[in-house]
């Protein structure tokens, strides 16, 4: 990742699927070759990307107009934690739930209406398996769901902050 908005994401060991995203851009390349990601597939990563972990520190709640309130306590996944309630500037309603102990994130939820189908979404990423890498606790596991269905599922092997990438890193070349 490089933050705002760029990724490279490879899945698979034999012939990897590579997926790259470039803000409002993204590409998948495979053993078949190289296809632009459908809209709905950029839709929902720019979604996700932004409402992340990382962005919502970032970006998310420095911009101008955001509300952030202290939601109460509750469980969440048989831990208990503290609420912090969050609208965005687009007037987004977002949940951040941090464990009561260590404060660390353990999952963030928000509804945003598909603009095609005028449908509710649900959304939510939770978070687990901290490590210690450079001095900052890391997830290495991240889960997303959409309307409570798992739809994704990330197992970190490693993790490393303010890595240089070459210039054509978050291009669709091989």
């Not at 990897?16 to 709905?40: A, C, H, K, S, T």
């Not at 353990?106 to 005028?118: C, D, F, H, K, L």
């Not at 901290?130 to 798992?150: A, C, D, S």
Request: positive net charge.
């Amino acid at each position: 990742m490089e933050y705002p908005e760029r990724r490279r994401f490879s899945y698979g060991k034999d012939k990897p699927v590579i997926l790259v995203n470039d803000g409002e851009r993204g590409w998948q390349l495979d053993r078949y070759g190289m296809i632009r990601q459908p809209p709905e597939q950029i839709r929902r990563w720019r979604l996700a990307n932004r409402y992340s972990l990382e962005n919502l520190l970032r970006r998310v709640i420095h911009e101008p107009g955001v509300l952030i309130q202290d939601g109460g306590a509750d469980f969440v996944d048989d831990l208990a934690v503290r609420v912090v309630d969050l609208m965005d500037a687009r007037r987004i309603r977002l949940k951040l739930y941090l464990h009561k102990v260590t404060f660390l994130p353990v999952r963030i939820s928000y509804r945003i209406q598909n603009p095609e189908t005028r449908e509710w979404e649900e959304y939510a990423e939770v978070y687990g398996d901290y490590q210690n890498v450079q001095g900052i606790k890391t997830p290495m596991h991240i889960t997303r769901f959409l309307n409570g269905e798992r739809f994704s599922e990330v197992f970190r092997r490693a993790a490393e902050y303010n890595a240089d990438y070459p210039s054509n890193y978050f291009t669709p070349v091989r």
